[in-house]
Every structure is written in C-alpha cells, then in structure tokens.
C-alpha cells in the first residue's frame, strides 16, 4: 500500500490487489486512468459503480505514452490529487502501480 494518507487503500503492487481481489464479491470493475482525473473520469467511475459491487480505479501514467519526461512528472504530481477526487466520490479503492 502507498503512503498516500486517504480514507481509501492506495495499492502499488500485485501481491495486495490480489489478497484484495480474493476478498471481494460480485462483479468488479476497472477504471484505468493515466491520472490527472476529470468529469470524463468520474462520470466513468460513477457508471461503473451503478453497475458493479466494487470499483477499482487504476492510476497509471506509462512514460512511453507520455511525450517528455516533464509530461510524466506532472502526471505523477498529480496523484495526491486524484486520490483526493477519488474520496469524494466515495470510491472504494484505488490502484496505482509503481
């Protein structure tokens, strides 16, 4: 888990999303996102929350995607940000791999 202070589990590696996947019930949603979250985002995450028992949210900006270096730093900047906007949707967990 990520040192991220937040009202949800922040999960940065496999071994975690795995005994969490393994607690879960009904179906279960992805998310993925490259972070810097918006309406877009959250109207996504809403969907997927009238339609599942649990939403996971995957924050993953792949610096191969990305144009700079300076591109993916912002990106990753962002990430208490979009954790935040996460708990205000009450969202259950968050998945940002490291």
Known sequence: M??????IPVITTIPPLRA?????TGIISLVPTM???????F???RLAASQSA??????YANP?????SEDNQSYISNLDG?????VDLDNE????PT
């Open 2 to 7: 990520a040192s991220i202070p937040s009202a």
């Open 82 to 86: 979009d954790i935040s906007a996460l």
């Open 54 to 59: 649990s939403v996971i949210v995957s924050i």
């Open 64 to 68: 191969s995607q990305l144009l700079t």
């Open 43 to 45: 109207e996504l995450i």
């Open 35 to 41: 972070g810097m979250l918006h309406g877009g985002h």
């Open 20 to 24: 969490l996947h393994s607690t879960l």
């Open 93 to 96: 967990f968050a998945q940002s």
